[in-house]
């Protein structure tokens, strides 16, 4: 059984890296499924989150108590993803074709998206690189 959880976490991880990466290249996927494949990012990472929610929600309890170094800085680097991916989505969500913002705005929200895409990437090729061993096993 923990295998096959194991397994699951593994594929949608691996999805989530794919459909990131994918779509961070905008300019080759086009606009409409950029947005889409944002979209289902975001579905992704909620069910991630509620995979992962009794080990998020032991590591909050005992973060100052009873925590690894390394589980500590898994902790931290998953809420600067999720920070990173939360803005990214609001902004993307702000600066879709979907809805009309005031054109004033646009720009100011495109540059976050964009910084923000940037950031989370970075942190998650650290994230990748963290999880190494697990990931090649």
Not at 13 to 24: E, G, K, T
Not at 26 to 46: F, N, V
Not at 70 to 90: E, H, K, P, W
Request: glycine residues 4%; proline residues 1%; aromatic residues 16%.
């Amino acid at each position: 059984m923990k295998t096959n959880k194991q397994k699951m976490n593994w594929i949608i991880d691996a999805v989530l890296f794919a459909a990131f990466i994918i779509c961070f290249l905008s300019d080759l996927t086009g606009l409409l499924a950029h947005q889409i494949l944002g979209i289902a990012i975001a579905t992704l990472c909620a069910i991630h989150f509620i995979l992962h929610w009794s080990w998020i929600k032991s590591v909050t309890v005992h973060f100052f108590k009873r925590t690894s170094r390394q589980v500590r800085n898994f902790y931290l680097a998953d809420i600067c993803i999720t920070l990173g991916l939360s803005i990214m989505i609001i902004t993307g969500l702000f600066i879709t074709t979907w809805f009309e913002l005031a054109p004033q705005y646009y720009a100011a929200f495109k540059d976050i998206h964009v910084i923000s895409a940037f950031v989370t990437l970075v942190l998650v090729i650290v994230k990748v690189g963290m999880h190494w061993r697990w990931i090649f096993n």
